[in-house]
């Protein structure tokens, strides 16, 4: 008795869309079917309505109501048949199509049917233009990528290009499986240099540092033992970086590091004259280098490691 009762009204919203003046429901069937959903009895009706279409294939009106009965039921391939026969019959029928089809989008919307009010408003645009924020209100009620590609076809109104587009880049900050597509999809609508500053890169973060020089030799192993006072993980890099009388030396002559068994004799340093390498081992101690003596060198030494700042949610606010 419920579900006939939600028909009912369904279709009394449906019918408030069609003029006044509209010469509907004046066929036999029509009448007939019409004392049925008066009375809740919706089968009936529709029975009523396939039986005058088999009588008169050029009832339109039958064919346009049971269109609208077929798609306050959900029989959506159904009612575009019989919308299609009766705008063959009537072709000004069509102009109110638009208006029926975005009622029931609505509907189903307010239902939290998502994604079928979605395909109901689509038919409609079909017919007529509609304000596309129905997307945004539609993208609210659906996550993930579902949600994103709402939010995309309401971006196609310049109107709400940046509302959507935040829209799509929040999902991004709260979906890290996703995150590099939504990421995309907000560079697509709002420019990649917004969503650089959302989403910050990779940085660098000092989380040791200390400058040793050839006082700090030990006499006794004639090494430098450099200890970190901090907890190091694993993948932290190791920066050295040497200089003679402030003139930064690019090559490992003067200044070795301990790698394994034996002081590497040579390492690999970049053009701006750094030395960098990732630390394998979680929480090492420190790391043992040699200085040459008395050449006034000074051997910069940090421990990079490389953290994500959080996204700037205060931009997506705005």
């Known amino acids: 008795m419920k579900i006939l009762k939600v028909l009912l009204v369904l279709f009394i919203l449906i019918v408030s869309v069609v003029p006044a003046q509209c010469d509907l429901f004046t066929s036999k069937s029509v009448n007939k079917a019409n004392d049925f959903i008066a009375a809740g009895m919706t089968k009936e009706a529709i029975q009523t309505l396939k039986n005058g279409i088999l009588e ?38 069509k102009d109110q199509l638009g208006d029926i089809y975005k009622n029931v989008a ?16 689509e038919i409609a645009l079909k017919y007529k233009t509609y304000d596309r924020s129905f997307y945004l209100n539609a993208g609210d009620r659906l996550s993930g990528m579902q949600a994103a590609q709402a939010y995309q076809k309401a971006a196609m109104a310049s109107e709400l290009k940046d ?13 890290k499986y996703n995150q590099e597509a939504f990421k995309k999809m907000g560079a697509d609508i709002l420019g990649e240099d917004f969503v650089r500053n959302v989403f910050p890169g990779p940085q660098n973060k000092i989380v040791f540092e200390t400058v040793v020089t050839d006082k700090d030799i030990n006499l006794k192993t004639e090494e430098i033992d450099i200890l970190y006072n901090c907890k190091i993980l694993k993948n932290d890099i190791f920066e050295l970086v040497a200089t003679i009388d402030g003139q930064q030396i690019f090559n490992a002559k003067e ?34 280098i040699w200085i040459e003596p008395g050449k006034n060198i000074k051997a910069h030494v940090r421990v990079l490691r490389e953290i994500t700042p959080e996204a700037n949610i205060s931009l997506l606010n705005q």
């Not at 609505?106 to 408003?121: R, T, V």
């Not at 509302?163 to 979906?175: E, F, Q, R, S």
């Open 56 to 93: 008169d294939p050029k009832d339109h009106e039958a064919h346009w109501m049971l269109g609208k009965m077929y798609l306050e039921g959900g029989y959506y391939s159904g009612a575009e048949e019989r919308f299609n026969s009766a705008i063959l019959l009537k072709p000004d029928l």
């Open 255 to 288: 200044v070795k590091l301990w790698r394994g068994e034996h002081f590497k004799e040579q390492w690999y340093i970049s053009k701006d004259g750094k030395h960098q390498h990732d630390i394998e081992t979680n929480s090492p101690k420190g790391q043992t």
């Open 163 to 175: 509302k959507a587009g935040k829209k799509i880049l929040m999902l991004a900050v709260n979906d």
């Open 106 to 121: 609505d509907l189903e919307l307010s239902k939290g049917n998502a994604q079928q009010s979605i395909k109901l408003f």
